[in-house]
């Protein structure tokens, strides 16, 4: 028995290009935040290292470094590997 088959629709090249561009920018905009995120943890713990250091302040360094730590680890869209751990120029849906 043969049986009819529906063609797929075919996505106008605009709309297509309007999404590619779409994802684009979110991707754009998740590595400004991972970025964004990456120094504010370097700042936080140059910060606390100052303070316990060159201040002298008594500090419970560990216990808030570990706090730094478990927050940028908290994170689900931040790598664990740094700032630059995206890949760069990568765009989901891009070859449709």
């Given at each position: 028995?043969?049986?009819?088959?529906?063609?797929?629709?075919?996505?106008?090249?605009?709309?297509?290009?309007?999404?590619?561009?779409d994802?684009?920018?979110?991707?754009?905009?998740?590595?400004?935040?991972?970025?964004?995120?990456?120094?504010?943890?370097?700042?936080?713990?140059?910060?606390?290292?100052?303070?316990?250091?060159?201040?002298?302040?008594?500090?419970?360094?560990?216990?808030?470094?570990?706090?730094?730590?478990?927050?940028q680890?908290?994170?689900?869209?931040?790598p664990?590997?740094?700032?630059r751990?995206?890949?760069?120029?990568?765009?989901?849906?891009?070859?449709?």
């Amino acid at each position: 028995m043969n049986t009819l088959q529906r063609p797929e629709p075919v996505t106008p090249p605009a709309q297509r290009n309007a999404r590619s561009a779409d994802a684009a920018a979110g991707i754009k905009n998740l590595q400004q935040l991972i970025e964004l995120r990456w120094i504010a943890v370097v700042g936080q713990v140059f910060t606390i290292e100052m303070a316990h250091y060159s201040l002298a302040l008594k500090l419970p360094l560990q216990e808030m470094l570990l706090v730094v730590g478990g927050l940028q680890r908290g994170e689900p869209a931040a790598p664990a590997h740094g700032p630059r751990g995206a890949q760069r120029g990568a765009v989901p849906g891009a070859a449709d």
